[in-house]
């Protein structure tokens, strides 16, 4: 699941699936070496697929004062020289 969860988004679900399948079914030991890994490699995904901060400046704003969407749909403030 570790690649697929480097290349696809919306693997997440998929990946909380097969942690809990491994959970019912075998130790802990490997229940935690497995969540360890892919704990560790949330930021690589991060590095990996970084966004740019700004998509789509938002008009209702002062042109001094912008603000934009991230790419996760939340507005965040852009200071332009405020």
């Known amino acids: 699941m570790v690649p697929v ?10 990946a909380m699936a097969a942690v809990f399948t ?4 075998r130790p802990f030991r490997y229940v935690a070496w497995i969540g360890g890994v892919d704990l560790a490699l949330v930021p690589l995904l991060y590095w990996l697929r970084s966004y740019p901060t700004c ?11 912008s603000t934009c969407r991230s790419s996760a ?10």
């Open 22 to 25: 491994l959970a019912v079914h």
């Open 55 to 65: 998509l789509t400046p938002e008009s209702s704003r002062s042109p001094s004062c």
């Open 5 to 14: 969860g480097l290349l696809s988004n919306t693997s997440g679900g998929a």
């Open 73 to 82: 749909g939340a507005c965040s403030s852009v200071p332009n020289g405020c």
